[in-house]
C-alpha cells in the first residue's frame, strides 16, 4: 500500500481557495457597478477578467509551475487597488491567506523529508492493547 500523498490535499486546497477568491472578486463587480461608469467600464471589465483568470488557474494547480501561477496572481490582484481600494483590500486579505498556506506547504515538505508525518509512522502494536 502506497502511503498518501500530502501534496494532493494541498493541490485541493489550493484550487478551492482559487474559487473562493473568484467568488470575492465577482462580488466586487457590484461595487464597480455603483461607481461613476458601471460595469462597462475598464474597471468592470478587469474585476470580470480576473475572476474569470481566477477560476481557470484551478485547472493548472497540480503542474510544477502551478503554485507559482497561483502566486503570481495574487501579485495581480494587488493591482486592484488601482481599480477599487475594496478590490485591494480583498487582495491583501487572499494574499496572507496564500502567504500562511505556502508557510504551511514548505512546513509539510520539510516533515516528509524528516520522515515525521504521521502518515510515515508505522501502525501501533496491536499486542499491547489486549
Given at each position: 500500500m502506497t502511503p498518501p500523498d500530502p501534496m494532493k490535499g494541498f493541490r485541493g486546497v489550493m484550487s478551492a481557495v482559487l474559487i473562493l477568491e473568484a467568488l470575492v472578486v465577482l462580488l466586487a463587480l457590484l461595487v464597480v457597478a455603483k461607481s461613476d461608469g458601471g460595469l462597462a467600464t475598464w474597471q468592470g471589465w478587469s474585476v470580470g477578467i480576473m475572476a474569470l483568470v481566477l477560476i481557470l488557474a484551478c485547472?493548472?494547480?497540480?503542474?510544477?509551475?502551478?503554485?507559482?501561477?497561483?502566486?503570481?496572481?495574487?501579485?495581480?490582484?494587488?493591482?486592484?487597488?488601482?481599480?477599487?481600494?475594496?478590490?485591494?483590500?480583498?487582495?491583501?486579505?487572499?494574499?496572507?491567506?496564500?502567504?500562511?498556506?505556502?508557510?504551511?506547504?514548505?512546513?509539510?515538505?520539510?516533515?516528509?523529508?524528516?520522515?515525521?508525518?504521521?502518515?510515515?509512522?508505522?501502525?501501533?502494536?496491536?499486542?499491547?492493547?489486549?
Open positions: 485547472a493548472f494547480v497540480g503542474r510544477p509551475w502551478g503554485l507559482y501561477l497561483a502566486a503570481g496572481l495574487q501579485i495581480v490582484m494587488l493591482g486592484g487597488f488601482f481599480i477599487d481600494s475594496a478590490l485591494g483590500i480583498v487582495a491583501v486579505v487572499f494574499a496572507l491567506g496564500w502567504t500562511w498556506m505556502l508557510w504551511a506547504r514548505h512546513d509539510v515538505l520539510k516533515r516528509l523529508t524528516e520522515g515525521r508525518l504521521a502518515s510515515q509512522q508505522p501502525p501501533p502494536d496491536q499486542a499491547h492493547t489486549n
